[in-house]
């Protein structure tokens, strides 16, 4: 069986845009993700808006997380790992 959280619009039974399926069907996936830029993730909530109307399409959030990420000095994007994955300095 198909486990995955199914569209709003498929649900609907009505004829729907595929591409932003694809868009919903991508942020949805990543829902859990938490990325600590606000930006990001309210761009990720815009991805999977119930109203496809109001969903943003593959163009638009590609543009505005580029917008975001390009906007920000690249020492900002460094994040400290969390859990399992975390390193320790090792000065001599």
């Given at each position: 069986?198909?486990?995955?959280?199914?569209?709003?619009?498929?649900?609907?039974?009505?004829?729907?845009?595929?591409?932003?399926?694809?868009?919903?069907?991508?942020?949805?996936?990543?829902?859990?993700?938490?990325?600590?830029?606000?930006?990001?993730?309210e761009?990720?909530?815009?991805?999977?808006?119930?109203?496809?109307v109001?969903?943003?399409?593959?163009?638009?959030?590609?543009?505005r997380?580029?917008?975001?990420?390009?906007?920000?000095?690249?020492?900002?994007l460094?994040?400290?790992?969390?859990g399992?994955?975390?390193?320790?300095?090792?000065t001599?």
């Open positions: 069986m198909y486990m995955r959280q199914c569209p709003p619009e498929v649900e609907s039974g009505r004829p729907y845009d595929p591409f932003k399926l694809d868009v919903w069907q991508l942020a949805s996936s990543l829902h859990e993700f938490k990325s600590k830029i606000s930006a990001i993730d761009t990720l909530a815009a991805m999977t808006d119930d109203d496809a109001c969903r943003l399409d593959a163009q638009q959030a590609l543009d997380l580029g917008h975001i990420v390009s906007s920000m000095p690249p020492e900002s460094l994040f400290e790992p969390e399992a994955f975390k390193f320790e300095s090792h001599n």
